[in-house]
């Protein structure tokens, strides 16, 4: 469908969109709403807008342009404007294509990538395609194509040479071991460069419990210059520009809670594509309360990422567990940053699982880069853990982002409030529900509330007799302790049998 | 996910929708959007809110609750409030349901239209469930599930006893026959409430081309009084409540201009259920430029139709028509209610054609509702038509809705500037093309120009003398008359060979 218009140039200029005015209840009787991408031909020429409508602005049978556009297209005032509904966008194209079952080619997925980046696609039409893949799995080379998509349409932060990185697939509460990994690998003059998310359905992220250290907000250039340094980073990647079609992809997979896994292994990789990364370990808990229920699903993804990895000439191992205890004693962004300088500076009060996993994660990666022998890489993560060579990396990088080098463990701030959880009964511990720790750090307020959380005394398997003091509250307020209260008359962090 | 918050009361009211007041950056830490749907339940009962968020005026830790939820729920400050984000609303849930390729059984349909009708689902969330309408064609009972649903979740205008009805599924220009039918009918004693629509993207509805003789916006108690009157009406049946949700299905359709047949039977169906119809026929123009391509597809929906209908104990016939000819010499609303006046008032300069496919239709209804013997409709049709009965009746319908009842098809007022195209060749009319004829009716300023349009002065099939007059154009300004030259310079209305 196409109409015919005349121009009325508009004396205003609109910024980055390019945006055309139709009248209102015209444009409606067009079948075009604010909003619709729209193409205009002029003497020839081809210009695409957005709409805006306007009841009193333009007349019926005018359309109104900004000075951005006839500036540069040489308009006037009543020049003829053929204006087409575009319902021929390339990415509209696609995604229709792909909603009636059809595999989409890279062209047409770039086109759909850099239509979500510029705003040229709306919220219903970016859901169109969220359900298209949600419907239809997308294939492998699917997969690759769209990873390949997202990260060439952001800013591409390429380090060159080695860089490695580690990321977990999440879920699991604790599990701060990203923080041990990079100064260990950076201790080792290993480039990696670690971006990381804030929690938003956890207590912590790693960028969050960063923060309790040093700042983790920074530019691209800043970015490699602290990596220049000190090999290392670990700072938010949420301020910068990695793969931004995955932000907006992700405010319309909340509405429904979808979270495919497609989406989860695009997302994390176009991130590692556009950080330049070409050694990666990934760590994938497996169990029912993590993201990943059980090991066939863990062994199909690993499928797919090892996939994509290779298609982008990545190495790439994935590392599986079983588990859903969480990892380290606190859960929270002070109490997890307490327990990481434990292991870092060797306190006596160091959580032995938190140390293992992250020392098991660097040796995989080490072996990966073939900074060792195959099956050496954790024995050489451990030197470098035990001589205090992994300490002195990360004060570099606190210091290069701005924080206290030499902070202790046991100076760091914790919540006012406490209350201690006493066993009820004798047994042991047989079971360690994640999601109610969850919960009850919410109810604290963590991760906004970054020295609230929980302190677990007790973990899975061990023996507890009445009275023995199994969890520790943190809050920085009566009230919130009391919401914390509350909660845990209907939840239960420990069963004891 | 729950968390556990305390009430704080905000001495305002918020109307119909339920609403509930978050911190910004804790909503954001629970992932919890403005606009999700969240269940609070407080002293055991549940009370189901839409999120907003604010960054000043609750803290973290607090829920703003309106006086409209306080004054009904007696909830006091500080009264604990468990927050669920509403993933589990049967409505999403049956819409993640369908999209994972399962059907919908009736209370899971029901709880999605009523979910919209009443904004508890937003934008987004209807997507999903129109792409999985798309991706996964419905089955018959789906299809007279969703029916049934968008029918009850709306204004039942039910009339009692026999109730006659006639839709045609539109895409070709003219085709005013539904002003003829009715008068036919109604003057027959059948009771035919007829509700329209406005055009949308053809160049007039009948409800734009009744306007030309009458108002057409009523109540529906306004409805019934015309109708206890007459036995018929022709009013527009958007201002009514009638299957409210199907107009928000259509916004999110829109952005990707997606018109599943589904969806269309869904439509038209659910608004002659809530009508109270019993006896229906369906006219369905069959050709490339009209919404139905081929035979093919057109009995396939004569089939689903017909499965729909009969679920409701409704009569049906679909009359299907090979065609892509115009119905009627005038486009537009005003030359199309002319033709429509010339019909019923017989004059010379009446448009064959139209009357042919009026009579037909009532012929068929009158046979459908049992008014005559098979195959004695049209004669009957005929017989009201000629002798006057029809336009009697209609000037009784136009009285009735606040028009002049003695208006003259001469009389119509026609677009001041008019320009006329003649033939530049001689030949044979071997093909009209219907698109064409839309836009430049667009271009002319239909149909929220109410006397712009096209007057044919030839039609398919028949020769034509170079030179002789082939089509007239009628516009209400210069302007518009030049924007449709210059489409038509590029369009052609009449193929010659």
Redesign the interface.
Known sequence: ??????AKRIDEETGSIKVALLNE??AW???I?A??NLKLTIDGKAIYVSANTSKHRVR??QIGLYKDVWSKAKILNNS?VQVE?Q?NARS?QA??KR???KRLNYEEIHSIMSDIVTDQL????I??FV??G???EYTDEELYFLTKAMAETGDMMKFSGLVADKHSVGGLAGNRTTMIVVPILAALGVKIPKTSSR???SPAGTADTMEVLAPVSFSVDQIRKIVNKTNGCLVWGGGLSLAPADDKIL??S?????EPYSKMIVSIMAKKVATGVNHLIIDMPVGPTTKIPDMKTARMLEKKFTYVAHRFGIKIKVSMLKTSDPVGFGVGPALEARDVLRVLQQKKERPGDLSHKAVHLAGQLLELIGKCKPGHGSTLAWKVLDSGRAWKKMQQIIKAQGGNPNVDSEQIVLGAHKKYYNATKSGKIVYTDN?AI??VC??L?A???KLAGIYLNKEFGVRVKKGERLFTLYAE?K??LH??E??LEKLRIFKIE
């Open positions: 469908m196409s109409y015919f218009l005349k209840l015209e009787h067009f079948g709403h909003g619709d019926p049978g003829i509904f319902e509209i995604i229709k909603l009636l079952g709306s919220k219903v039409q859901t169109y359900a298209s949600f419907m239809n929690a938003i359905t405010k319309v909340y509405p429904l809670s979808l999601k969850n919960l919410r109810a307020g991760p906004s509330v307020s009230e919130r919401l914390a509350i909660a």
